[in-house]
T-cell receptor, first 111, second 115 residues
Framework: GQSLEQPSEVTAVEGAIVQINCTYQ??????LSWYQQHDGGAPTFLSY????GLEETGRFSSFLSRSDSYGYLLLQELQMKDSASYFC????????????FGIGTKLQVIP | DTGVSQNPRHKITKRGQNVTFRCDPI?????LYWYRQTLGQGPEFLTY????????KSRLLSDRFSAERPKGSFSTLEIQRTEQGDSAMYLC?????????????FGSGTQLSVL
C-alpha cells in the first residue's frame, strides 16, 4: 500500500520561514508533488521533485531525498495569503500514473 | 476560460437518490482523475482515465459509483442510491501526457450534501 505522513498543523509568523515535512511509503515511487489549497478552493500545483535535491520557485522551494523517502516544502518570506493547507502527493510509476495525496498540513500565518 | 470545469457546484439530494456530476477537462489533456475530499482530509483517489479508458478504480469505491469518459473528452461520475456518507467535495483534475505532465489541474469541485 501507500502512506504519506505530514504534520496536521503549523503556525508561523509573517515574514518568517516555515518547513513542512512529508515522509512516504510506496512502491514504484516516481515523484513527489506539493499542492496548496485555500479554504473553499481547489488544490493548485506548487512544485514537483522526481530527483534528489532542491527545486526553487520564487518564495517556495521543495526538496526530495529518495533514499530517505522524505521531502519538504519550504516557504520563505511568509505572507498572510500563504495561510492554507499544503498537501504532499506521490506519483507512482507505471503505464498510468496515479497520484495519491497526504492528509495535508494546515498552515496559519500570524502577524 | 480554459481551466477544468465542474458542474454543478453544489448538489443537495435525499438519501437513496441518484446523482451525476460532470467534468470538462482542459481540452488538450488526455488524463482525467476523480477525487473525493472531506473536511480536514486530503483528496482521496477515486478513479483515473487516460483518453476514454478507465485505467484504475479505487478499491474503496463501492459498486454504487461509476464513471465514464466517452470519446475521451468530458467525464461523468454517477453515484447511485446515495448515502449520507457520500457527502463530500468531488474534485476532478486533468493532466497532459506531454507538457508538464506532473501537474494536475483541478476544477472547483462539486459539493454533495446527502440529507
Amino acid at each position: 500500500g501507500q502512506s504519506l505522513e505530514q504534520p496536521s498543523e503549523v503556525t508561523a509568523v509573517e515574514g518568517a520561514i516555515v518547513q513542512i515535512n512529508c515522509t512516504y511509503q510506496t512502491s514504484g515511487f516516481y515523484g513527489l508533488s506539493w499542492y496548496q489549497q485555500h479554504d473553499g478552493g481547489a488544490p493548485t500545483f506548487l512544485s514537483y521533485n522526481a530527483l534528489d535535491g532542491l527545486e526553487e520557485t520564487g518564495r517556495f522551494s521543495s526538496f526530495l531525498s529518495r533514499s530517505d523517502s522524505y521531502g519538504y516544502l519550504l516557504l520563505q518570506e511568509l505572507q498572510m495569503k500563504d495561510s492554507a493547507s499544503y498537501f504532499c502527493a506521490v506519483r507512482r510509476d507505471g503505464g498510468y500514473q496515479k497520484v495519491t495525496f497526504g492528509i495535508g498540513t494546515k498552515l496559519q500565518v500570524i502577524p | 476560460d480554459t481551466g477544468v470545469s465542474q458542474n454543478p457546484r453544489h448538489k443537495i439530494t435525499k438519501r437513496g437518490q441518484n446523482v451525476t456530476f460532470r467534468c470538462d477537462p482542459i481540452s488538450e489533456h488526455n488524463r482525467l482523475y476523480w477525487y473525493r475530499q472531506t473536511l480536514g482530509q486530503g483528496p482521496e483517489f477515486l478513479t483515473y482515465f487516460q483518453n476514454e479508458a478507465q485505467l484504475e478504480k479505487s478499491r474503496l469505491l463501492s459498486d454504487r459509483f461509476s464513471a465514464e469518459r466517452p470519446k475521451g473528452s468530458f467525464s461523468t461520475l454517477e453515484i447511485q442510491r446515495t448515502e449520507q456518507g457520500d457527502s463530500a467535495m468531488y474534485l476532478c483534475a486533468s493532466s497532459s501526457t506531454v507538457r508538464s505532465n506532473e501537474k494536475l489541474f483541478f476544477g472547483s469541485g462539486t459539493q454533495l450534501s446527502v440529507l
